[in-house]
């Protein structure tokens, strides 16, 4: 399985401030995803990070509020951009493709945002 | 609306009962995983489906992939305090992104 590791654990932000979280894998990946979710509750796809072009965007989230970059195929970044107190949850990376077969995905710890 | 539907959303159960989780859908996916979550961190896999009718044991749990790979169970034997979390399916289609179930809260009471 895949090690997936997350700077930083939490944070607490101020309103109108961004944040970029990082998502590192330990080995190389075919897709990677972000995803948000609300404590005790099920995930919410973000998007799709796509290694050497744009991200792909569920419906309801937007590139100019959520940028992510994928420079390679082992690390991506999600940055909450001019955040509100709605935008306090739990921020999740995934990675498919890294051991066995690509039908599985990996989690990292999660990213616990405070926004006041 | 979710593409996949769990159920029951909460069980609370005492220390040795069985339970089972549902997790449906009108689509068909070429596979489906099964995820349990703790507070404070990121989803664990337990187990992945591929083939219409499998089923696959982890110790006390049992996992099975519907015949027309739309739907999931997780069964629970003996269920014991350390079971307890937030249990979630995921389905894979066409090899693209996953969709996640609603989720089931299992809280096992010693």
């Known amino acids: 399985s895949a090690v997936i590791s997350q700077k930083p654990s939490r944070d607490i932000c101020q309103r109108g401030t961004s944040l970029t979280i990082q998502c590192q894998v330990d080995s190389q990946v075919t897709m990677m995803f972000w995803y948000r979710q609300q404590p005790g509750q099920s995930l919410t796809l973000i998007a799709t990070a796509n290694q050497g072009s744009e991200a792909t965007y569920e419906s309801g989230f937007v590139i100019d509020k959520f940028p992510i970059s994928r420079p390679n195929l082992t690390f991506s970044t999600l940055t909450v951009s001019n955040m509100s107190p709605e935008d306090s949850s739990i921020y999740l990376c995934?990675?498919?493709?890294?051991?066995?077969?690509?039908?599985?995905?990996?989690f990292g710890p999660g990213t616990r945002l405070l926004v006041l | 609306t979710q593409l996949l539907e769990q159920s029951p959303q909460f069980l609370s159960i005492q220390e040795g009962e069985n339970l089972t989780v549902y997790c449906n859908s009108s689509?068909?996916?070429?596979?489906l995983q099964w995820y349990r979550q703790e507070p404070g961190e990121g989803p664990v896999l337990l187990v992945t489906?591929?083939?219409?009718?499998e089923v696959k044991k982890l110790k006390r749990l049992t996992f099975q992939f519907g015949d027309a790979r739309k739907d999931s169970s997780l069964h629970i034997t003996a269920a014991q305090p350390g079971d307890t979390g937030l249990y979630l399916c995921a389905g894979r289609r066409n090899f693209n992104k996953f969709y996640f179930g609603s989720g089931t809260k299992l809280n096992v009471k010693p």
């Open positions: 689509s068909v996916f070429s596979s």
């Open positions: 995934s990675a498919d493709g890294a051991g066995k077969g690509q039908e599985t995905q990996y």
């Open positions: 489906v591929v083939t219409g009718g």
